[in-house]
T-cell receptor, first 115, second 110 residues
């Protein structure tokens, strides 16, 4: 089966600019996650979708970050305006939602550098 | 909330055995995952434990004690390719949020 697809792979922007990331999950996976991973740290959950509804966005900085999952498939994550501390890898993951044992499958991530 | 602790870094020799510990505190528990992450790559799934005890999968084994809030990942017959970060992650109840620890960077030397 095809894996989780993300684009772009790398992005460099200046602070206060905006940026968007795209994710296409594994076909049929109902649950989609966006994680932020700062160098040397573990992934931090930003937002979790179940189909096209948000089930957890408690750690999403809503003043600058937004995400949507139209039609319950693809998802985009946007940052506007970006800050230096947003430099990180943004990982998209999906799971089948078939139960607690269903593992997350990760994409290769988008490495964002804010200068 | 959830709190997950792992050692930051470990070193070991090729062919040896290493144990990576993870302790957690959580208000709801629905299983514990271990992931491997090579530098610059995505995390990949290694194991899942929800019941107490040891799960063995080839050279890798994972142990869970729910009463102690403790897990470990055991890597046997270490190979150079095992140099990576190992992430412990706890799944909560409800919508089954998965929270990761900071990861343990393992360096395997010849």
């Amino acid at each position: 089966e095809a894996g989780v697809a993300q684009s772009p792979r790398y992005k460099i922007i200046e602070k206060r600019q905006s940026v968007a990331f795209w994710c296409n999950p594994i076909s049929g996976h109902a649950t989609l996650y966006w994680y932020q991973q700062i160098l040397g740290q573990g992934p931090k959950l930003l937002i979790q979708f179940q189909n096209n509804g948000v089930v957890d966005d408690s750690q999403l900085p809503k003043d600058r970050f937004s995400a949507e999952r139209l039609k319950g498939v693809d998802s985009t994550l946007k940052i506007q305006p970006a800050k230096l501390e947003d430099s990180a890898v943004y990982l998209c993951a999906s799971s089948s939602g078939g139960g607690a044992s269903s593992p997350l499958h990760f994409g290769n991530g988008t490495r964002l550098t804010v200068t | 909330g959830q709190n997950i602790d792992q050692p930051t870094e470990m070193t070991a020799t090729e062919g040896a055995i290493v144990q990576i510990n993870c302790t957690y505190q959580t208000s709801g528990f629905n299983g514990l995952f271990w992931y491997q992450q090579h530098a610059g790559e995505a995390p990949t799934f290694l194991s899942y434990n929800v019941l107490d005890g040891l799960e063995e999968k080839g050279r890798f084994s994972s142990f869970l004690s729910r009463s102690k809030g403790y897990s470990y990942l055991l890597l046997k017959e270490l190979q150079m390719k095992d140099s990576a970060s190992y992430l412990c992650a706890v799944r909560g109840t409800g919508f089954q949020k998965l929270v990761f620890g900071t990861g343990t960077r393992l360096l395997v030397s010849p």
